[in-house]
């Protein structure tokens, strides 16, 4: 990790500065003002203090969601007997056997026109517990019904109806555009910048609306200038702040406009203190509404880390990124029953502007039971 202190008359001289020598990828690890020049206190500029970084190993790592890698199971130590290797391998088939019969029996207390939602929902990753209610709710059906004229389009619709059941009361739907300010916090790498471009294009270009960003993001040189070239492409000003102070004034010089939209840096979601700083540079209790990014492809267990984490800057709704990139979007039931939490969009690739879907609870629903 190479570490250089850097003094300019702003932040932008200074950015460049650190671009020319560190490259695109130095880090800031601290700012501040400070007074330059000067002969005996007279003359003296106000200018400001950067600490930058680079770590040389950070070229060669790709930005993407730290996925842990499974947890391989020790192997047994091999029988030494042939009495052994027999109690073995009883001992592997009679495991087999009772896993096989749970599947089962989890299964086969269904009626035979039942399963095909459990296996559906199964696939899909809906957690067992809230299959367990959908099915409750069929079986109910099931038994006050006509079941001899119950064919797979039926049962279908009544999977749908009571996973409708189970979302409602979620506030699901894209940005209302009811507030000024839409602000996006996430992990790193989870789509922020990307999803914040698309719903730009869609505000500046569908919505006829005056829009701007701001970015708190000034962690990365780079996140900087990815921001900037959308803003180049949609004609929308780029304000970066670095401080609390920062974002007011960037806001206030941005009062007129009809929608601003903030990005803000991932850094490290488990990083308790990165989101207490997060705060001090954006008031969240604003006037804003704030999206949480979750990528899809993240284990479900990862997931709820994050909005454990994200909990006390408390989150208006959920974007789900990446669902093309996975084949199931149970995740995105079970967060969204479990933590009572809507979602406003889904993002279905990298292309800015089209990836983009407007988030609702039919839209969640009709993917799953088509698999
Ligand atoms: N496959 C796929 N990639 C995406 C999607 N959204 C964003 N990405 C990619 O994910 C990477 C990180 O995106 P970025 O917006 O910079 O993430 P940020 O760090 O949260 O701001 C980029 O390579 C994006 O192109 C999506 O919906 N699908
Ligand atoms: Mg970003």
Not at 90 to 117: F, G, H, W
Not at 270 to 282: P, S, T, V, W
Not at 308 to 323: L, M, Q
Request: hydrophobic share 35%; aromatic share 8%; with cysteine.
């Amino acid at each position: 990790m190479k570490v250089k202190k850097y003094t300019a008359l702003n932040m932008n001289e200074a950015m460049r500065q650190i671009r020319g020598e560190l490259g695109d990828d130095a880090v800031i690890l601290n700012s501040r003002q400070v007074e330059t020049g000067g002969i005996f206190g007279l003359f003296r500029k106000k200018g400001v203090e950067v600490i930058a970084a680079i770590d040389p190993e950070i070229k060669k790592k790709p930005v993407k969601i730290e996925r842990k890698p499974v947890p391989k199971t020790k192997a047994k130590p091999e029988p030494e007997s042939g009495m052994a290797n027999e109690l073995s391998e009883i001992r592997q088939m009679v495991e087999r056997l009772s896993k096989q019969q749970q599947a089962d029996t989890d299964n086969i207390s269904y009626p035979p026109e039942l399963r095909s939602v459990v296996k559906t929902l199964d696939g899909q990753e809906v957690a067992p517990h809230i299959t367990a209610v959908i099915m409750k709710q069929l079986l109910k059906k099931w038994y006050s019904g006509e079941r001899e004229e119950l064919d797979p389009e039926t049962v279908s619709s009544w999977a749908a109806d009571e996973l409708t059941a189970l979302l409602e009361g979620v506030n699901t739907g894209p940005f209302s555009y009811g507030k000024q300010l839409l602000c996006v916090v996430g992990p790193t790498g989870a789509g922020k910048t990307t999803t914040l471009a698309k719903i730009a294009a869609y505000t500046v270009l569908e919505e006829k609306k005056k829009a701007a960003f701001i970015t708190t993001d000034t962690y990365r040189i780079a996140a900087v200038e990815q921001l900037k070239t959308y803003g180049d492409i949609l004609n929308m000003p780029v304000e970066v702040a670095y401080s609390a102070e920062d974002f007011k004034q960037a806001k206030n010089r941005l009062k007129d406009y009809d929608v601003i939209l903030v990005d803000s840096a991932g850094r490290n979601f488990r990083n308790a203190e990165y989101i207490e700083q997060l705060g001090g540079i954006i008031d969240f209790d604003e006037e804003m509404e704030t999206h949480l990014v979750l990528p899809l492809t993240a284990k479900y267990r990862d997931m709820e880390k994050i909005i454990t984490e994200f909990k006390t800057i408390n989150p208006d709704k959920v974007i789900f990124t990446k669902s093309d990139e996975t084949g199931s979007l149970g995740a995105a039931i079970n967060i969204q029953y479990e933590y009572k939490i809507g979602s406003s969009y889904i993002t279905t690739g990298q292309n800015v502007p089209d990836d983009i879907l407007p988030a609702s609870g039919e839209f969640f629903i009709k993917e799953i039971l088509r698999s």
